[in-house]
């Protein structure tokens, strides 16, 4: 069984930054690939970046472009969410998933697989 287990969120300024980790255990992490997810109150769950296990291709939404980086240490199990000039509309709950195999469908949640219990960042402004 996989486990996630998010860490780094927090209270911040506007125009702060903050990095998020997520620590995977349980299967072969380096063929996962992994995914940062946010949901803020009241509104649906959103794609923010995936980062794939072969090659480690990334992708962003467009809100993250230029903003966030996702990246991962296959020898430490971990994979982190680089979050710069952090805005009051990125205040959510951010959540890490692993897909088993991947696909061109990393920004939809049924591509993940699992999922950890979430962390909360606040952007005040």
């Known amino acids: 069984q996989v486990q996630l287990v998010e860490s780094g969120g927090g209270l911040v300024q506007a125009g702060g930054s903050l990095r998020l980790s997520c620590a995977v255990s349980?299967?072969?992490?380096?063929?996962?690939?992994m995914g940062w997810f946010r949901q803020a109150p009241g509104k649906e769950t959103e794609f923010v970046a995936a980062?794939?296990?072969?090659?480690?291709?990334?992708y962003y939404a467009d809100s993250a472009k230029g903003r966030f980086t996702i990246s991962r240490d296959n020898a430490k199990n971990l994979v982190y969410l680089q979050m710069n000039s952090l805005k009051p509309e990125d205040t959510a709950v951010y959540y890490c998933?692993?897909?088993?195999?991947?696909?061109?469908?990393?920004?939809?949640?049924?591509?993940?697989?699992?999922w950890g219990q979430g962390t909360q960042v606040t952007v005040s402004s």
């Open positions: 998933a692993a897909s088993d195999y991947g696909s061109s469908y990393y920004y939809t949640e049924g591509e993940y697989d699992y």
């Open positions: 349980g299967r072969t992490f380096s063929r996962h690939t």
């Open positions: 980062i794939d296990g072969s090659v480690g291709t990334t």
